[in-house]
């Protein structure tokens, strides 16, 4: 895949261990791109968390760099990499600090001096960009695990980051809450903002990311458009993943294509098309089946 330019985010990090001894992360170097719609796959305790978390620095290397917007990231600085990667959690409500949805959202403009009332109009545009305007008086922690995620993200959208990093937007929501929630990714994708999330959805990551990375042990094992990963039987099988149902219900079927489906509305176009060239035959005047 050709990118333009430097990277956004670029992450070198010989070795995260955690203070029990853990190795969380070893041998990674990861870049963000202008425009990138990432999706990080593999299964529970592969590091995708903890790569996630050193994006924007909330986790440091034990032994490595990481630079954002071309600024090295230090102890004292380490400011610009959270307000240049917005983190949105997995658990919403760690992020949910406010009396109100508003108040929530404006938070974050306020410890950087914003003045309220232009806070208080950042935020309302934030909230109306995943369309959640109509939460501005809610109290989040009774929100839905769908609106808070909205809320979560409104809440780094306000601070105009040039990442947003999101683990696990899914988790836990029913499917019309998914879909809305993947909606407004795809929406900030469209805006200019690169994503980076972490799923183990993998029909999401096939539907949405430009580039696909998988973890195992701690590493990216392997990256690339969806189409290269997900057909990458070895690669899967070390990650331990199985490809999306489209991909699986393809090859079961035996369909042949110049351009193999990774998503539902791949399969649906690729047999749509096969149907259109080898119509059913019409049965005979006689009702014999012969013409």
């Known amino acids: 895949m050709s990118r333009d330019g430097s990277p956004l985010v670029d992450l070198q990090c010989e070795a995260h261990t955690y203070p029990d001894g853990t190795v969380g992360m070893h041998d990674i170097d990861f870049s963000v791109y202008p425009d990138e719609l990432i999706a990080i796959v593999g299964g529970n305790g592969t590091g995708k968390s903890t790569l996630l978390e050193h994006l924007n620095a909330t986790l440091v290397p034990d032994d490595g760099d990481l630079v954002v917007d071309g600024t090295p990231i230090t102890e004292d600085n380490r400011a610009h990499a959270r307000k240049e990667v917005g983190f949105v959690f997995q658990d919403a409500d760690t992020q949910l600090v406010a009396p109100t949805v508003l108040d929530d959202v404006m938070f974050g403009l306020q410890n950087y001096g914003v003045p309220d009332e232009e806070a208080r109009e950042r935020a309302r545009e934030a909230l109306g960009t995943v369309d959640a305007s109509h939460l501005e008086d809610r109290i989040p922690h009774y929100l839905s695990g769908g609106e808070k995620?909205?809320?979560?993200?409104?809440g780094v959208l306000v601070l105009e980051p040039s990442v947003i990093?999101?683990?696990e937007p899914l988790a836990g929501l029913d499917p019309e809450r998914s879909r809305l929630?993947?909606?407004?990714i795809e929406q900030i994708h469209r805006e200019g903002?690169?994503?980076?999330?972490?799923?183990?959805?993998?029909e999401f990551a096939a539907e949405v990311a430009d580039r696909v990375c998988v973890m195992a042990d701690g590493n990216v094992?392997?990256?690339g458009t969806p189409r290269d990963v997900f057909y990458d039987d070895a690669l899967l099988a070390e990650a331990n993943l199985h490809p999306p149902s489209a991909v699986r219900v393809?090859?079961?079927?035996?369909?042949?294509?110049?351009?193999p489906p990774v998503t539902e509305a791949d399969l649906v176009?690729?047999?749509s098309e096969a149907h259109d060239l080898d119509p059913p035959r019409m049965p005979a005047p006689d009702g014999s089946g012969h013409d």
Do not use: K, N, Y
């Open 149 to 154: 995620r909205l809320v979560g993200l409104a």
């Open 165 to 167: 990093v999101l683990d």
């Open 181 to 184: 929630v993947a909606d407004r």
């Open 193 to 202: 903002i690169s994503v980076v999330l972490a799923t183990h959805d993998l």
């Open 221 to 223: 094992v392997g990256s």
């Open 250 to 259: 393809a090859r079961d079927a035996g369909l042949e294509a110049t351009t």
């Open 269 to 271: 176009s690729l047999l």
